[in-house]
């Protein structure tokens, strides 16, 4: 990792105080014409998010689609994940498990939307997030976070429900045991007094499972051959 090189025009964009409009469409036509498809691209587009401390409003959206279509539906299991890749994605935006900006913390989401399957880990660290922004203030979510208190506000109740609305079954709400323990902890750093109604009314609907859907066996960032029928 330490012998890469970024190429133009992302070698030229690092080099910027601004990431505009204009260095998105160098990006599309030179660096990603078919957008993102390698482990590297990931890495090039981390890299310009982290070396320009301006960019343009539509820089969030090239992000979060381009690295979540990459990551979801180009990577196997495709249209799904799997731990390998949900290990591989963590790595990459956290660091000793937190996140290091909300635009990373944005695509962690997009991804957990877009998945049919999310592993427990993924929503357990999704989660994580807000307990470490009302514990420490630290993180991706604390600095998107209106209110700072001891309490859920409904900014929160809103987080916590898009991480958990694909386990989500009417007024049920089935859990695994990560993000099981996770919501626990969460409950533990607040002042119940402090807490949106609606708080209650999601650790009412909990439902502990131990088993997930079955899973696809598959090793992260196995590239899709264009050349050859997917069955």
């Given amino acids: ?46 890299a310009l998010n982290n070396s320009c401390p301006e960019k343009c409003p539509e820089w969030n959206s090239f992000f979060v689609e381009q690295l979540a279509a990459f990551i979801v539906n180009y990577s196997y299991p495709q249209g799904s994940l799997d731990e390998i890749n949900v290990a591989w994605l963590m790595r990459m935006v956290a660091t000793d498990g937190v996140v290091n900006s909300s635009l990373e913390l944005e695509l962690v989401q997009h ?30 979510y604390s600095l998107m976070r209106a209110v700072e208190r001891r309490g859920i506000s409904r900014q929160d109740i809103d987080y916590v429900m898009r991480v958990l609305r694909g386990v989500s079954d009417g007024g049920c709400i089935n859990v695994q045991p990560m993000t099981w323990n996770v919501l626990m902890r969460i409950g533990e ?5 402090s807490n ?15 088993h997930a859907e079955p899973q696809r066996r598959s090793r992260w960032l196995r590239i899709v051959d264009d050349n050859i029928a997917v069955a």
């Avoid at 999310?118 to 203030?137: G, N, S, T, Y």
């Avoid at 750093?189 to 007094?193: D, E, I, N």
């Fill in 196 to 210: 949106h109604p609606r708080w209650d009314d999601i650790m009412a609907g909990l439902r502990l499972v131990e």
């Fill in 1 to 46: 990792m330490s012998e890469f090189r970024l190429a133009f025009p992302a070698c030229v964009i690092a080099g910027k105080h601004r990431l505009t409009v204009d260095d998105i469409s160098l990006l599309r036509k030179h660096s990603f014409p078919e957008g993102i498809r390698t482990p590297d691209d990931v890495v090039v587009m981390l």
């Fill in 111 to 140: 991804v957990i939307d877009i998945a049919t399957y999310v592993p427990d880990e993924l929503r357990a660290f999704a989660l994580d997030q807000l307990r470490l922004a009302i514990d420490q203030k630290i993180g991706g």
């Fill in 189 to 193: 750093a607040t002042l119940p007094a």
